[in-house]
């Protein structure tokens, strides 16, 4: 609420006389996101459809001539670093910690520009994004960073091209994202959701029905994607089917690189493509050797050209099941727009039954929920959820369901009686972890009064 936010603003600035002795000249915002549906699908190249939540990443800073970008964050469980302008601003992969994913920001918008040296700063961050939920913190956190940087150094941009420039820089850390996290984090507007195109960036408003909020609730497993090979397995598996059905249709797989671009040459539909992944794949995992027999290259040429760097130690690899999942969702997000732009009396069933699939898909097709994710949806439709699904990378973090607004706080005292109350982790968490949540706008820059 604007209140809380006031509060918050207030801490921050606080704290940053405290630490600099002195007072911030701006602060910037940047919003953590929820997906309604379109998972894993972005790198694919194919359309999204998310919204920004309240909750957000929130930076205080100063600009001044000592030749150090200073950061501090106001969660004292992240420690204070330090860097020189004039050094190559270094990100260790290996070890993703909150800072590295700052100075991604950082290194996009000197990169972008050619700044040799960079202006000083001194900056604190907090965040009421919950971390390792699935909700974006850190993407947020990365376009907080990109936004204040461009100030800091007055330049400017549009908030399409910010979006471009923290989706790229946002790889130093490891992760191979396709870009939705960044996109709606800048292009949000209160009070609609998004769809959100790639090659050209473009969102276009999505008007969610009357009667339904969304609910988010955090399964209380961390997912840190950049810690993890998991993520990235994906991507290279998806990247293997695209060139394999390109190379099955007589194009040349070595032009092609996404799902979305077989479609596109072939000029085929979603359900045609679908169709193609039943006849082209076997649902067995396939091995290096098969795929690079297949595709008539060398291991060597597979290593270097297909694999990522986190994914080099991989031996099989589910083809047929991570197509049927991409080209699956992404029919169900133009489904989703579809029934948002019609209003149909049943809108809120029909929505509610595209989560519940997308779930599903997520969890046998994609293998990307587990568990505690998987209990959690079931407790969310028994306690009253028309649909629901996991949000974000997966393999934790949250799952987001819709509900009748009339039920709301029905729904909210099961779920919490179902699944936070009998854990007492859980149950100390529960406060950040189940919370309504209505479309926020994006990523802000505001001066001190």
């Known amino acids: 609420t604007p209140r809380l936010f006031q509060i918050r603003l207030k801490n921050l600035k606080t704290a940053f006389e405290d630490k600099y002795g002195e007072s911030p000249l701006f602060y910037t915002c940047a919003p953590g996101r929820v997906n309604l ?6 790198y694919c190249g194919y359309s999204v459809l998310p919204m920004a939540i309240e909750q957000n990443i929130l930076a205080a800073v100063s600009v001044n001539n000592s030749g150090m970008i200073q950061l501090a964050n106001i969660n004292p469980q992240y420690k204070d670093y330090k860097v020189s302008c004039s050094e190559d601003i270094a990100i260790n992969k290996d070890d993703p910690k909150w800072y590295y994913y700052f100075l991604c920001g950082v290194k996009g918008i000197q990169e972008k520009f050619g700044i040799p040296r960079l202006a000083g700063m001194s900056c604190v961050v907090d965040g009421s994004i919950p971390p390792s939920s699935g909700l974006s913190s850190s993407s947020a956190l990365v ?17 399409v091209a910010l979006a471009e420039i923290c989706a790229k820089c946002e790889r130093y850390i490891g992760t191979e994202g396709g870009g939705m996290d960044q996109s709606i984090s800048f292009l949000a507007e209160k009070g609609t959701a998004k769809l959100i195109e790639f090659h050209p960036l473009r969102a276009t408003d999505v008007k969610l029905p009357e009667g339904a909020v969304f609910v988010i609730s955090n399964c209380c497993k961390e997912m840190n994607k950049a810690a993890s090979s998991h993520y990235n397995i994906r991507v290279v598996e998806c990247r293997i089917a695209t060139k394999m059905l390109a190379h099955h249709r007589g194009l040349d797989p070595s032009k092609v690189s996404k799902l979305s671009q077989v479609q596109t040459e072939l000029n085929a539909s979603l359900e045609e493509m679908l169709a193609m992944v039943e006849e082209v794949f076997h649902p067995e995992p396939y091995t290096r050797e098969e795929i690079c027999k297949l595709l008539s290259i060398t291991s060597e040429k597979f290593s270097t050209e297909v694999l990522s760097a986190n994914t080099q130690q991989e031996t099989h690899f589910k083809l047929y099941q991570r197509s049927k999942h991409v080209y699956g969702e992404a029919a169900r997000v133009m489904s989703f727009k579809s029934v948002c732009d019609s209003e149909p009396v049943d809108a809120i069933r029909l929505l509610g039954d595209l989560m519940n699939q997308s779930h599903v898909s997520c969890r046998d097709l994609y293998e990307c929920s587990c568990p505690e ?15 629901s699904r ?7 973090g949250c799952a987001v369901s819709m509900v009748p607004s009339k039920k709301v706080e029905s729904f909210l005292k099961a779920v919490r009686d179902a699944y936070y109350t009998p854990d007492p982790r859980r149950a100390a968490m529960e406060k950040q972890s189940l919370f309504v949540s209505k479309p926020a706008g994006g990523a802000a820059l505001f001066l001190e009064d």
């Open 390 to 396: 996991l949000t974000g990378a997966g393999w934790g």
């Open 143 to 159: 376009c907080c960073a990109g936004l204040l940087t461009m100030e800091a150094n007055q330049k400017s941009l549009s908030k």
């Open 373 to 387: 994710l998987d209990q959690l949806v079931d407790i969310c439709l028994k306690s009253g959820a028309v649909g």
């Open 37 to 42: 549906i379109g998972e894993h699908i972005d």
